[in-house]
């Protein structure tokens, strides 16, 4: 199976010689996957949405609501995608664009950023979530928030900082707004470089919390189960 990534950013230039560019982080998450990439955000999109079989969309430092063409754009794909029954995952900013593009609502958080590593309670338990688990652990690093879900969509889990943390729609689209892809240094050094943005006690509690886990293997057998439909 071929994965089309919608590249919705780029890491900034002083962090990629230490933690790569979205490319090569989503290949290392997925080491046994193809991808094509396609930097939308330099309205760089595939030439047919049958060009692959699944797509993922990244972050990105840009907002799902803001009016740009090639967000715009992405939404519209996003909703062929859908139309065609073809898979999707989208993470951070492309859960955010899934729920957009298919109906729902986002907005800037109340509670402000959420960072660091957050637990979240699986409420709605699906057969591709194999092992099973109802307490999961993932990194953040968001603002935004999905407030209103898309249509026909579902909510499996969050918490009160985040109550829309994981969603699927119908059997074929799925996304989280934490980011598995990243890692805890690079996590830390975006809250250690956000201070004046994310606040102080959040980022102090934000690089506390990363001596726990996170469920990385379990998110990764996750995927692969729900793409075996």
Same mark, same amino acid.
């Given at each position: 199976m071929k994965i089309g990534l919608l !590249?919705?950013?780029e890491v900034s230039a002083e962090y990629q010689s230490n933690f790569g560019d979205y490319p090569e982080i989503f290949q290392a998450l997925f080491p046994h996957y193809e991808f094509?990439?396609?930097a939308v955000y330099k309205n760089e999109f595939p030439i047919s949405v049958l060009d692959c079989e699944i797509y993922m969309a990244t972050g990105s430092s840009h907002s799902v609501y803001e009016d740009v063409d090639w967000i715009h754009q992405t939404k519209a794909f996003i909703r062929e995608i859908y139309a065609r029954n073809l898979f999707f995952i989208g993470f951070c900013f492309?859960? &955010?664009l899934m729920a957009e593009a298919l109906g729902g609502k986002v907005e800037k958080s109340s509670d402000g950023w959420c960072v660091g590593i957050h637990q979240f309670s699986i409420f709605n338990i699906k057969d591709w979530m194999r092992p099973a688990k109802?307490? !999961?652990s993932f990194l953040m690093m968001c603002q935004d &928030? !999905?407030?209103v879900l898309p249509k026909n969509g579902v909510c499996l889990g969050g918490n009160k900082a985040c109550p829309n943390a994981i969603i699927q729609v119908g059997?074929?689209?799925m996304s989280i707004q934490g980011h598995p892809e990243f890692s805890k240094a690079y996590v830390q050094t975006l809250m250690k470089d956000r201070v004046n943005r994310i606040g102080a006690e959040k980022v102090k509690k934000g690089i506390a919390s990363l001596t726990l886990s996170i469920d990385l293997e379990?998110?990764?057998d996750w995927v692969e189960e729900f793409l075996k439909d």
């Open positions: !590249v919705c950013d094509e990439f396609y492309g859960h &955010q109802t307490k !999961v &928030q !999905v407030i059997k074929r689209m379990l998110f990764r």
